[in-house]
């Protein structure tokens, strides 16, 4: 939507007209008194620059120079002027350029001593975003889980499987109990697998429903197709996306476990196997509070995106939709045309336009909250990132392609991001528990 406003000061009066894609021009038209001081200004500089003969810089007469270097000292007079007209339109207008890329060669319309001067500037501006109160916004916490003894149990015994001796069985197909060595590609994402040669359980209860099915009675080297499926175990704060998977087989296999002992405890860095059902017990409590944490985390962004719509750069859309557009190029390249025709409408042009507005307006929106509440990010925390992701095969936001500076600033993001969100939630969370105490 189109708006047009006028500011004005002692020096300058401004039509500011503001355009979808946070595109905008700047009418300036300038007092003749300003433009007179730009002048004088300019002919003081063009005489502190020039020689002539039996004058020192810059105690030339006026005129004389004026005769000499008009052309010069126009040249002077116009560049001041639009620079001086361009700063003050902008402290007037508050209107800040998205960078200097963004702003557009200035056109002198007119530019008169007795008259005044008109200057029109086109330019495209950072998003503007309005006072965002985080208390303001409405959550609702999910159903944390409960921690079992039977998930204490499972958690121990991955433990004991991790630190196993593995046989190969190699006669047969996989059947109830196997160990099965695999790889699972994302076929919705081929770029970010699942996970590579990873152990699973073949036993009910210990393995997702949807790959027990598909693993059981299958062979070493075996490729199988399938789409995961959410488990009933799996709590409300349990973020599950629907994939389509394709896992292969690289062994089969069975593990001699080791002692529940204190060597075994050794290795996990305890002093006694005693300590270790409750440290996992902790661990998995951890766990459910982090999911917990997720499950608001998405909520805070689904609240800003609908709360406030801002409106975005084109050009930054643009860039960013073109990056999406090549990544889908790229998997409509590696995947079979009808595995690619069963997710097509994920990566409609609707579709698109829809996630990348919503990126960059979270970009901008936690970007503002973050410096309004003075959010910071220390070296030890962005350095503990590093180390999670750098050591992760898996990690879904950095590559080997990505050079040091990359990497820093990507995760320096991905940390502010999720502190932002927490302060978010933390706010929201005092405010509901603040009115429960008064009412």
């Avoid at 991955?158 to 196997?178: N, Y």
């Avoid at 050794?266 to 982090?290: H, P, W």
């Amino acid at each position: 939507m189109t708006s047009t406003q006028e500011f004005q000061n002692d020096n300058i009066t401004v039509l500011l007209t503001r355009e979808p894609g946070c595109r905008a021009k700047l009418e300036i038209t300038v007092t003749p008194q300003a433009t007179q001081a730009a002048y004088q200004k300019a002919l003081k500089t063009v005489n502190k620059e020039v020689s002539l003969p039996g004058f020192r810089k810059g105690k030339a007469p006026d005129q004389i120079v004026i005769q000499k270097y008009a052309k010069f000292i126009d040249q002077e007079w116009h560049d001041l002027l639009v620079k001086t007209a361009f700063t003050e339109a902008l402290d007037l207008t508050e209107t800040q350029p998205l960078n200097q890329q963004s702003v557009k060669r200035p056109h002198v319309a007119s530019c008169s001593k007795e008259e005044g001067s008109k200057i029109v500037i086109e330019l495209e501006t950072l998003p503007e975003i309005p006072e965002i109160a985080p208390s303001e916004l409405s959550l609702n916490p999910p159903k944390r889980k409960t921690i079992t003894r039977e998930e204490i149990d499972n958690a121990i015994m991955d433990l004991r499987l991790h630190h196993s001796a593995w046989t190969e069985i190699a006669d047969r197909p996989v059947q109830e109990g196997d160990f099965v060595r695999v790889d699972i590609d994302n076929l919705d994402d081929p770029e970010n697998p699942v996970c590579k040669d990873t152990h699973f359980e073949v036993k009910k209860g210990r393995i997702a429903k949807w790959m027990h099915n598909l693993l059981l009675g299958k062979n070493k080297g075996d490729v199988v197709e399938g789409y995961s499926e959410k488990d009933k175990n799996l709590s409300d704060a349990d973020h599950f996306v629907k994939t389509h998977c394709r896992i292969t087989i690289n062994k089969i296999e069975t593990p001699q476990l080791p002692e529940l002992d204190d060597t075994l405890a050794a290795k996990l860095g305890l002093k006694t196997i005693q300590e270790l059902d409750s440290r996992v017990e902790q661990d998995l409590n951890r766990q459910a509070d982090e999911a917990v944490q997720d499950a608001l985390r998405n909520q805070v962004d689904d609240a800003l995106v609908d709360k406030y719509p801002i409106d975005i750069p084109f050009s930054l859309f643009d860039a960013e939709k073109k990056v999406r557009m090549q990544r889908i190029s790229q998997m409509k390249k590696q995947l079979k045309p009808e595995a690619f025709e069963k997710i097509a409408d994920r990566y409609s042009d609707d579709k698109i336009n829809e996630n990348v507005l919503r990126t960059l307006r979270l970009y901008f929106i936690t970007r503002k909250i973050a410096e309004n509440h003075q959010i910071e990010i220390t070296q030890d925390e962005l350095l503990q990132e590093m180390m999670q992701h750098i050591y992760n095969p898996n990690s879904s936001l950095i590559n080997p392609s990505m050079n040091n500076d990359e990497i820093r600033s990507k995760l320096y993001l991905a940390i502010l991001d999720r502190k932002t969100k927490d302060y978010i939630i933390e706010q929201v969370v005092h405010r509901k528990s603040s009115d429960t105490k008064t009412h």
